[in-house]
């Protein structure tokens, strides 16, 4: 390969780097996609009108459902739901997705490459958290049931996390924004 060759190569992969920031853009344009408080973009797209009660007398929908982005360094904070958490792949790279369960950590790919999963459920209380694992964007689905409600969601704090489970504190210092 001659020196002249190597900058025409070069450029070509920073032209495909920037496409693919453009691709994270266009989707998070076309979608509406707003800030997620636990990093990320995301925006609800189905909310079932079917009620049922939950943990005593709460009322919560049967399902709902979001489209969820992360781009970049972007990650999802190690949180925990009071429900059932159901993430499908859409686009883009893969996701790494990091959940504890009995004190255990196990660490999943999301995406559509050999051994990926386009689809994994995650079950109600437990801590999770995400991270791009391969491009330079994934666009995901999470499906929710019982219906997702911010008074569910707890935002993980690295202290409280580290405490938990000190034998996970590189993930989790890497995955938690407080």
């Given amino acids: 390969m001659s020196f002249k060759a190597r900058p025409k190569i070069h450029i070509q992969i920073l032209f495909r780097i920037s496409n693919l920031d453009n691709e994270a853009k266009r989707w998070i344009a076309r979608l509406r996609l707003k800030k997620h408080p636990e990093g990320g973009h995301f925006r609800e797209t189905y909310r079932s009108e079917l009620v049922l009660k939950v943990r005593g007398n709460t009322e919560r929908n049967i399902a709902s459902a979001i ?3 992360l781009e970049g360094k972007e990650f999802s904070a190690f949180h925990r739901v009071k429900s ?14 990091y959940v504890i369960k009995n004190g255990k950590i196990s660490v999943l790919a999301l995406g559509k490459a050999d051994r990926e999963y386009p689809q994994f459920t995650i079950e109600k209380d437990c801590w999770m958290a995400a991270s791009i694992k391969s491009g330079s964007f994934c666009l995901i689905g999470c499906t929710v049931s019982p219906g997702f409600d911010f008074r569910d969601w707890e935002l993980a704090t690295r202290s409280q996390l580290t405490a938990e489970y000190p034998k996970h504190q590189r993930i989790i210092k890497s995955h938690t924004i407080v």
Avoid: K, P, T
């Fill in 84 to 97: 059932d958490e159901i993430w499908h792949h859409y686009a883009g790279g893969s996701l790494s997705l």
């Fill in 67 to 69: 489209y969820y982005m």
